[in-house]
T-cell receptor
Framework: GEDVEQSLFLSVREGDSSVINCTYT??????LYWYKQEPGAGLQLLTY?????DMKQDQRLTVLLNKKDKHLSLRIADTQTGDSAIYFC????????????FGAGTQVVVTP | EAQVTQNPRYLITVTGKKLTVTCSQN?????MSWYRQDPGLGLRQIYY???????DKGDVPEGYKVSRKEKRNFPLILESPSPNQTSLYFC??????????????FGPGTRLTVL
């Protein structure tokens, strides 16, 4: 999606932290999501944040939102080999509830 | 088990031969969507539906049709497929505005090749 941008590739060593970045453009009330896609599978929601929040933590996952810069990040602590996947950032607006914009996806490769 | 199913999972066809990819959800969700996934482009929304008989275009609707005659089903129709519609297609569903997270549940995908 042209309105949501992410870097395409990230390599990280097992046990380190991963940080995946995303920028979005919608300025209205917005939900922002992180989805994970494992090889040969559909997408699975990891976490989400509403645009009036700054941070959300869920076990190993931390989402940070910089509203001024429209920048979203996902930090995965203690990255494991099972975290190797494609991660998608997505947004939807409360003005257009069924309409979603996805980024191109970040391929995360975890090396031993 | 709550799920979104798609059929077929794999399809090879020829240019111009009409085809339908079915999608069904058993979660009584109001919203359903179709996406295509292409390398380097991520997921692009083709069409979405807010309820029975209510549909709207996504970002890439050209060459596709949809219908929502029943709440659980949302088929994707390619009247005259062309090679540029070769892609991986995903159906997804999500609840109404009361389920305020708007989490989407995705089907397993349909890999379509148009020769």
């Amino acid at each position: 999606g042209e309105d949501v941008e992410q870097s395409l590739f990230l390599s990280v060593r097992e046990g380190d932290s991963s940080v995946i970045n995303c920028t979005y453009t919608d300025s209205s009330s917005t939900y922002l999501y992180w989805y994970k896609q494992e090889p040969g599978a559909g997408l699975q929601l990891l976490t989400y944040i509403f645009s009036n929040m700054d941070m959300k933590q869920d076990q190993r996952l931390t989402v940070l939102l910089n509203k001024k810069d429209k920048h979203l990040s996902l930090r995965i602590a203690d990255t494991q080999t099972g975290d190797s996947a494609i991660y998608f950032c997505a947004e939807s607006s409360t003005d257009s509830w069924g309409k979603f914009q996805f980024g191109a996806g970040t391929q995360v490769v975890v090396t031993p | 088990e709550a799920q979104v199913t798609q059929n077929p999972r794999y399809l090879i066809t020829v240019t111009g031969k009409k085809l339908t990819v079915t999608c069904s959800q058993n979660m009584n969700h109001e919203y359903m969507s179709w996406y295509r996934q292409d390398p380097g482009l991520g997921l692009r929304q083709i069409y979405y539906s807010m309820n029975v008989e209510v549909t709207d275009k996504g970002d890439v609707p050209e060459g596709y049709k949809v219908s929502r005659k029943e709440k659980r089903n949302f088929p994707l129709i390619l009247e005259s497929p062309s090679p540029n519609q070769t892609s991986l297609y995903f159906c997804a569903s999500s609840g109404d505005r009361e389920s305020w997270t708007n989490e989407q549940f995705f089907g397993p995908g349909t890999r379509l090749t148009v020769l």
